[in-house]
């Protein structure tokens, strides 16, 4: 439907508007258009229309990112290749074509001759000389043909100043050829003489001329092409710098390090005396993928140009590579990587993770700290190199206040962090991302892979350029494994919308849907799609600009085991996905142990990676009120203070559910004034009725494909109404699953053929072995 849209839409009208803005403005400004334009044609059927759709958009990408980018002179090829009468195709090629032949001779490498070798000597040397002009010939007319359509091409465009440079390289490359063939009848009379018993010095001089000859057509050779081509200087330290996406702060603050570090080399060549010399060590923080080793890199350029450090180079290292695992390793790794860092830059990434809290006396994380400052403070290594240490900006700044002989080797003006990139800086990085890889993005993938990004944006664990290039390529992957008969052009270098959806499961079920088949739970189900149905309309307002209410979702589950609080939790969280308000939509169910620690610090550190995960999505903590504990050293209420302080900082970005029983829950909340304030919803999960318990029971046997007789359903009718049971659905399945086993055992006995039937009996048995376990 869309391709038919774009046929109809695709008028000489808005070809000529294309072509009018591509001659008055060098590009076309909207390229979606004609992206589309072009997807909607047909190789065979509108090969010349394509071929000319293919050049504009060619010429339009060429002027926007440079006349030598790869993706415009691909299209370009292609343009050619459907209508070689295209004159701005054969135009434009005719301009590149000669430029890839700029390296075919360089397989002409002779080895050396020389009168004084011994008999298998100069055989060798002639034998090799003969592959080499033998591989050579057998190209190089494929070469010229080549440069003679380039040639025409350029002849029939009249563009002058390129006839002249193709019909310079045919010309020597024709000479180059004769020349190769002389070398060959040369080198074949040669290995002929040396085999017999005589052999004469006239071909050994042949050869040597016709070397000679060759020496000095390959230097013609490569005299054309540096004639056209001009050696680019070697970037600029700074310029590398301000050519990256975003990062405006820290380039402003290395422009002023490296104005800085030139003044204080000037001055000192002045004979100035500085007492106290600029630290070259430095603390970069930020979260993954927003460019600590790119920068890295960067200072140790910068240190090496200015002439600092006599070499750029950057020795990567961290905690698995420098801590031992006995004594005196850790030393000498550490040791050793300061050697290999003489002269240049030694990187440790992630830092922090070299003193861990709570550390035992087997961890030589402090060893590796205290012999790192000994080395860098030394007479032997002291001022021979620089350090940068990276990581999270909390964890680093923890990891400095306890290191205080570390901390004051790095002056707080040598501390630059890199904050997130924003989203439009990300969709930079991804256009810049997939060019490289000769895509491009279309305004469609552009906005789906926004949302993309916002839906990854979770947590301080995103990873920003990174996450961005793996989204591409899981693109451009999804693109490729996709079956089709027939590809069109664009199908190798355009990635839209539909590159970057996620894949959704076909019959997964709504999360009304699954409220819907849960038994009984009345009361529940309304109060949740109550809130489903308030916080969606809260979201409509806030896009209408209108007021809204606070959104509180935290929630306290109160029954007893097994009456559906966990399945309700979860349909929860997916109800919250599916209106955008969660954007992960996971359920995280923990219990105590998952937060309480035996050591001092460790509470804190399990509760907020516990808290990591479920960020986007809903925490769910069964038997909450177990982190309330009076007995001394325990350290539940670290886990509660460490969740409420957790539960502030990432507001919207995590529902935490608190489950257990009536009383004992309010008693947990009672005892902390900070998590009272925060969970205002209170959902009761009532024990099952016999009916419900029944309906359950049917239910989870027809999702096995086993039924229950009709006498079994009157049976458990009779027999729950009189059994003292805790009235739960984790009861009814029990009874079930011991039924089937029942059943199983009968029919093996009997050889019963009925494989599906749970009879009253199987029932009863399962009952009483159940019943009597509850009890």
């Known amino acids: 439907m869309e391709q038919q849209l774009e046929i109809h839409t695709l008028t000489p009208e808005v070809i000529d508007a294309w072509e009018t803005e591509l001659r008055e403005t060098g590009s076309i400004e909207d390229e979606t258009k004609i992206i589309h334009a072009i997807h909607s044609l047909h190789e065979q059927n509108d090969a010349h229309l394509l071929s000319k759709l293919l050049s504009i958009a060619s010429l339009s990408r060429s002027a926007k990112h440079g006349k030598e980018n790869h993706l415009s002179f691909l299209w370009m090829t292609k343009a050619y290749e459907l209508n070689p009468m295209n004159q701005r195709a054969s135009e434009f090629l005719a301009h590149f074509e000669w430029k890839k032949k700029k390296s ?75 020349v190769i063939g002389m070398m060959l009848k040369a080198a074949e009379e040669y290995d002929e003489s040396i085999s017999g018993v005589f052999h004469t010095a006239v071909h ?148 922090y993770s070299l003193k861990r809290e709570g550390q035992t006396g087997n961890d030589y994380g402090q060893v590796a700290v205290d012999t790192l400052v000994s080395l860098m403070t030394g007479k032997e290594y002291g001022g021979k190199f620089a350090v940068v240490l990276a990581g999270y900006p909390e964890e680093m700044r923890q990891f400095l206040d306890s290191n205080t002989g570390l901390k004051s080797r790095f002056p707080r003006s040598n501390h630059i962090h890199l904050d997130n990139y924003s989203t439009e800086e990300l969709l930079m990085i991804a256009e810049k991302f997939a060019q490289d890889n000769d895509y491009l993005l279309t305004s469609d993938a552009r906005k789906e892979l926004e949302h993309r990004i916002d839906m990854e944006r979770v947590d301080d664990t995103f990873g920003n350029a990174r996450t961005v290039q793996t989204l591409v390529l899981d693109a451009i992957f999804r693109k490729g494994s996709k079956k089709q008969s027939e590809r069109s052009v664009l199908d190798f270098t355009v990635l839209d919308k539909d590159d970057f959806a996620t894949s959704t499961e076909q019959n997964e079920k709504k999360a009304e849907e699954l409220l819907a088949l849960l038994v009984g739970l009345g009361h529940v189900k309304d109060e949740v799609e109550k809130l489903v149905s308030f916080v969606k309309v809260q979201k409509l307002r806030l896009q209408s600009g209108l007021p809204i209410l606070p959104v509180q979702l935290h929630s306290v589950f109160t029954g007893n085991p097994g009456t559906g609080k966990t399945t309700v939790a979860k349909v929860f969280s997916r109800a919250l996905k599916e209106i955008g308000y969660l954007k992960r939509g996971h359920l ?115 999702s096995y494909h086993y039924t229950l007789e009709g006498e079994a359903l009157s049976f458990l009718k ?58």
């Open 104 to 178: 075919i001779l360089d397989s002409l490498k002779f080895p050396a001759m020389r009168e004084t070798d011994n008999r298998a000597a100069k055989k060798k040397v002639a034998v090799d000389i003969i592959a080499i002009c033998q591989r050579f010939l057998s190209t190089s007319d494929e070469h010229i043909d080549e440069l003679e359509s380039g040639y025409q091409l350029a002849y029939r465009n009249q563009t002058g100043e390129i006839v002249s440079i193709y019909r310079n390289l045919i010309d020597t490359l024709v000479e180059v050829q004769e």
């Open 204 to 351: 050994f001089q042949d050869l040597k001329g016709s070397l000679e000859e060759l020496d000095r057509l390959k230097q013609t050779w490569e005299q054309l092409f540096a004639e056209e081509e001009t050696v680019p200087k070697s970037q600029h330290s700074l310029d590398t710098l301000h050519e990256m996406i975003g990062m405006n702060k820290v380039k402003e603050r290395i422009s002023q390090l490296y104005e800085f570090l030139k003044y204080q080399k000037e001055r000192k060549k002045q004979g100035y005396q500085s007492k106290d010399e600029q630290s070259l060590h430095m603390i970069i923080t930020g979260n993954p993928g927003t460019g600590k080793t790119t920068l890295v890199r960067l200072l140790a350029k910068i240190y090496h140009e200015l002439g600092i450090l006599p070499r750029e180079e950057v020795i990567e290292t961290d905690r698995t590579r420098l801590v031992g695992a006995f004594v005196g390793q850790t030393e000498e790794n550490v040791r050793q990587a300061v050697e290999q860092a003489i002269g240049g830059v030694l990187f440790i990434d992630e830092a």
């Open 588 to 702: 995280i169910v923990t219990s105590r142990a998952d937060f309480v620690a035996g050591y001092v610090g460790q509470t804190a550190a399990k509760t907020k990676k516990k808290i990591r995960e479920a960020l986007g999505g809903v925490l769910f903590i069964d038997e909450a009120y177990s982190l309330l504990s009076k007995s001394p050293g325990d350290f539940g209420k670290e886990a509660i203070d460490t969740l409420v302080d957790e539960m502030t900082k990432h507001n919207e970005n995590l529902v935490v559910i608190l489950a257990g029983y009536p009383n004992e829950m309010k008693q947990l909340l009672e005892s902390n004034p900070g998590l009272q304030s925060r969970f205002k919803k209170f959902f009761h999960f009532h024990d099952y009725q016999v009916e419900e318990l029944i309906e359950i029971m049917v239910s989870y046997a027809t």
């Open 718 to 775: 009779e027999e729950l109404g009189g059994l003292s049971v805790s009235g739960n659905g984790r009861f009814a399945t029990n009874v079930i699953d011991e039924a089937i086993q029942v059943q199983a055992l009968r029919i093996s006995k009997e050889n019963d053929s009925d494989l599906s039937l749970l009879t009253k009996d199987d029932l009863r048995m399962a009952l009483h072995k159940v019943g009597k376990g509850e009890s």
